[in-house]
């Protein structure tokens, strides 16, 4: 079985500082590994994924987050937050395993407020 | 436009009442989720279907009806709406691999 635990529910940051978002996992296999955005009253927008190829996974808008196996963590960070940075992220789990899609496993998300 | 596109956006109906959420991709992906997300529980999968005419149940499927005769749509009903029903719903498809699910915008389902 597969879970993933967002660790803050809430972040807040003022703008143009450092973004830290925590997500630790827990599979039985090598995971895929994703953070979503959801804007207010937004569908999930895919920011970066990872699927074993480079620990450090670059996004969209200036994301990126670190696969650490031995930590079972894939944190997500961006240098400079922006006022458009607001809104919820997920930390999402995929196993192949057993079957032919990817079955996804969501965090319970965390809420990023960003203040002028 | 290319992408994956729902219908309704915005729905109201009564208890008991017949609801059918519409979902449209235009990518020819193979797979199609529907997705239900409440506060406290995060998104749960309802129904998937791997092809036309395959569909299997996720983790939440009571009280939901899916169809699949055409690649492109996955329509979602509620054969008889119950106010535990009330929710956002998404549609989402995946890539060839599997791996990556792209979703729509969602449609809020409020059942007086």
């Known amino acids: 079985a597969q879970s993933v635990t967002q660790l803050d529910s809430h972040v807040s940051v003022s703008e143009g500082t450092p973004v830290l978002l925590r997500c630790n996992y827990s599979s039985s296999y090598s995971p895929s590994l994703f953070w979503y955005v959801q804007h207010p009253n937004k569908g999930l927008q895919l920011l970066l994924k990872y699927t074993s190829a480079a620990t450090l996974v670059k996004g969209i808008n200036g994301f990126e987050a670190e696969f650490k196996k031995s930590e079972t963590s894939f944190h997500l960070t961006k240098p400079s937050a922006h006022m458009s940075d607001a809104a919820e992220y997920f930390c999402v789990v995929s196993d192949l395993s057993g079957t032919s899609y990817g079955k996804l496993t969501f965090g319970q998300g965390t809420i990023l407020t960003v203040h002028p | ?112």
């Open chain 2, 1 to 112: 436009d290319a992408g994956i596109t729902q219908s309704p956006r915005y729905k109201i109906t009564e208890t008991g009442r017949q609801v059918t959420l519409m979902c449209h991709q235009t990518w020819s992906h193979s797979y199609m989720f529907w997705y239900r997300q409440d506060l406290g529980h995060g998104l749960r999968l309802i129904y998937y279907s791997a092809a036309a005419d395959i569909t299997d149940k996720g983790e939440v499927p009571d009280g939901y009806v899916v169809s699949r005769s055409k690649t492109e749509n996955f329509p979602l009903t509620l054969e008889s709406a119950t106010r535990s029903q009330t929710s956002v719903y998404f549609c989402a498809s995946s890539d060839p691999g599997g791996e990556t699910q792209y979703f729509g915008p969602g449609t809020r389902l409020l059942v007086l």
